[in-house]
Every structure is written in C-alpha cells, then in structure tokens.
C-alpha cells in the first residue's frame, strides 16, 4: 500500500500549485484516519510554522498547509528509510529516528524541515514537524530508471529463490494475492496525478504484496533459521526496489506539480 507521508507530499504539492482545493487535501487524508493533529517537536519548528509542541493542543490540517504556503515551501520529498538507508534523512537527531521509527517521513530540503507520522490510536493520525539542520537531498531518479530496477530485481530474486529452493507453490496462492491486493489503502490522487507515476504504483503495490506472501510462506515455522535468512537475502533487493520506486512516484508526482505551477504563474 501507499503511504501517509506520500498521500500528504503529493496533496499538498498539488494544493501549493493550484492543482487542488485544501478540502482535497483534507479528504484524501481521510484514508489515513479520521482525524489528524500536527503539533512541533523543538521550538524553531513551532515558532516556523505556527504550531504547538508535542503534548500541547495541537493544530489543524489547515493549520500546517496555510504555514507551509506561507514559509514558501517549494520542494517536498518522499523517504522511505530503513537501517542501513538512511537517504534524506541528513544525519542523526530526532528527525531521523522518529523517520527510522515509522519507516517514512516527508522532507522539506528548501526549509530545512521534516514531517513524521505516526498512528497513536484508532483513527488518529498525529504529524510531527522537526527542524532538519541539514536535510539531505535525494538524487533525482528517474521513473524509467526506477521500473527496470524492479525489472531487474524480480528477476534476481526468483533466480535466486529457485536456487535456494525456498520458492514452493502453495494452493490459493492467487487468491490469496488477489485480497491482499483488494485489503490494501487504495489512496487518491490529484487530477494531473503523472500517469507514468501511477502506473510505478501500482507495479510496487502488486509486487509488495507479492512479497508479502513470500515472506510469511513458512507454515509452522518449517524453515530452519539459516533457510529463512537466506530467503530474506533473497528478496532484499526487490524490497529495496519496490521502496525505490514508490519514492521516484511520489518525487516525480511533486515535482512534475510544481512545474506545472511554473509554467502557469
């Protein structure tokens, strides 16, 4: 599935450039839960975007996307990190570990800010805004770039998995492929949405539960523990592929946004 960090990185790029109302915004957030606060984490964030630190009351959707316009936010950025992948993230702090926790964030390499969500309970949704001292910027990769990297990797890793024997057919597989699919957050997207973009979303959707299904076929924990990390040796590059391209999409969506914008002052 998407994310919430690439549900708000595309909205509210589109909102900043005239491509979407703010209750567009608010409505695709929806997906994501039913109420959403954004509070700061440090001062400097507080004081920039007029918001109240954690554990405060905290501030609207509307709130962060009037401060957003108003600081002359520009470029936004998807990152999906991981241990041991940590680009634009720019470094260590609380920006970073907060990102490393939920596994996503959006930068604002322009502002020198950087937005986390976090779930904290049933249909809440809580954002925090860090100051990022030194963000780091994401190398632009292009989409076709990003659609052969899954290419390539689908191929190694079912070369590889054969190899191993650890790829078994199991009955109902297909089904099985087919809910997991249906189950998965189906995200809006803005009208002018890139449909290069979208077509790399749903490639990695498919192959993310794909994946998924390969990683729980283990029935009663047959697999020994040197079979099963040689199985996640296997799929690491298709993992790593699938969150590459999500972050091309989305960067690409933000960034095709703000052109059109450029272009149509």
């Not at 970073?96 to 604002?108: I, K, S």
């Not at 770039?145 to 650890?166: F, K, M, P």
């Amino acid at each position: 599935m998407c994310r919430p960090s690439a549900t708000l990185a595309v909205w509210s790029s589109a909102w900043l450039n005239g491509a979407a109302a703010s209750d567009d915004v608010l409505d695709a957030l929806q997906v994501w839960g039913e109420a959403h606060d954004f509070v700061a984490a440090d001062a400097a964030a507080a004081e920039a975007f007029d918001l109240p630190l954690a554990f405060n009351r905290a501030a609207t959707p509307v709130q962060l996307l009037l401060a957003l316009r108003s600081q002359g936010a520009k470029s936004m950025q998807l990152v999906l990190p991981v241990p041991g992948d940590v680009r634009g993230l720019g470094g260590g702090g609380p920006f970073a570990e907060a990102a490393l926790r939920t596994g996503e964030a959006v930068v604002l390499p322009d502002l020198g800010y950087g937005v986390v969500p976090e779930a904290i309970a049933e249909g809440l949704m809580r954002w925090t805004v860090y100051s990022v001292p030194m963000p780091g910027v994401l190398e632009y990769r292009p989409l076709g770039e990003a659609e052969h990297g899954l290419t390539d990797a689908i191929r190694a890793s079912a070369g590889a998995l054969q190899a191993l024997d650890v790829a078994s057919e199991r009955p109902g597989v297909r089904a099985e492929l087919s809910a997991r699919l249906r189950a998965a957050t189906d995200a809006p997207w803005p009208a002018g949405m890139p449909s290069r973009a979208l077509r790399v979303l749903q490639r990695s959707q498919e192959i993310a539960a794909i994946l998924a299904i390969a990683e729980s076929d283990d029935p009663g924990g047959a697999l020994s523990s040197s079979a099963a990390l040689r199985r996640a040796e296997a799929l690491r590059p298709l993992t790593e592929a699938v969150r590459n391209a999500r972050c091309a999409a989305i960067n690409e969506a933000v960034r095709v946004f703000a052109e059109q914008a450029d272009r149509h002052p």
